[in-house]
């Protein structure tokens, strides 16, 4: 156990909805990252926040878009969703701003099916 | 693009035998190289790294070696057991502080 949690755990969605998924990072680490993993595609940074603020942008699609919170809990939010979209989205966090100064450690993941 | 690449895709040892994964960055300003180990439908689990400072890192049947000059760092898992068998991700930190991930090795250790 990582002591990164993220839910729900699985999520099943029709086309054009929109889903929120949730995660809390490890007590004391202040970074939470965003991952998309799909079968073809490997793991693909989304997003970083650091202590509430964007840090770090990768391959994040225009409908999506995350927040995180003053007790640095994340949520990332994806719309108008797409058969694409299915995947695992795994959540990481580390201390420090800078993910590689820090270890990352992932959550359990929650995995979308887009129907 | 800045990318990682990773090879071999699969691989496949006999238990006891030795395994290497090797990895190619292209962002000479990365300085930290993580590896993660993932199970069947389980999150990712980092089991060893390094910092740019470093040529190697050991840690028991885990290693690894970095060549900043060749731009290349490789994972050594020794005397494999069935469960090292997993997919493997090498990553390395770019200049913006993003982590960019390798697309995995497929590890079968036979016992």
């Known amino acids: 156990d990582s002591g990164v949690t993220q839910t729900p755990k699985h999520l099943i969605t029709a086309t054009g909805q929109r889903v929120t998924l949730r995660c809390s990072p490890r007590s004391g680490d202040l970074s939470v990252y965003w991952y998309q993993q799909s079968l073809d595609q490997g793991l693909q940074f989304l997003i970083q926040?650091?202590?509430?603020?964007?840090?770090a942008k990768g391959n994040i699609l225009e409908r999506f878009s995350a927040q995180q919170f003053p007790d640095l809990h994340s949520e990332l939010n994806l719309s108008s969703l797409e058969l694409g979209d299915s995947a695992l989205y795994f959540c990481?966090?580390?201390?420090?701003?800078?993910?590689?100064?820090?270890?990352?450690?992932f959550g359990p993941g929650t995995r979308l099916t887009v129907t | 693009g800045e990318n990682v690449e990773q090879h071999p895709s699969t691989l496949s040892v006999q238990e006891g035998d030795s395994a290497v994964i090797k990895c190619t960055y292209s962002?000479?300003?990365?300085?930290?190289f993580p590896w993660y180990k993932q199970e069947l439908g389980k999150r990712p689990q980092l089991i060893i790294d390094?910092?740019?400072?470093?040529g190697e890192k050991k840690d028991q049947r885990i290693a690894v070696t970095l060549n900043k000059t060749a731009k290349h760092f490789s994972l050594h898992i020794t005397e494999t057991q069935p469960e090292d068998s997993a997919v493997y991700f090498c990553a390395a930190l770019n200049q913006g502080g993003k982590l960019i991930f390798g697309q995995g090795t497929e590890l079968s250790v036979k016992p």
């Open positions: 962002d000479s300003a990365s300085n930290y």
């Open positions: 926040y650091y202590n509430g603020e964007e840090r």
């Open positions: 990481a966090s580390s201390v420090g701003a800078q993910g590689g100064s820090y270890e990352q450690y």
């Open positions: 390094i910092r740019s400072n470093v």
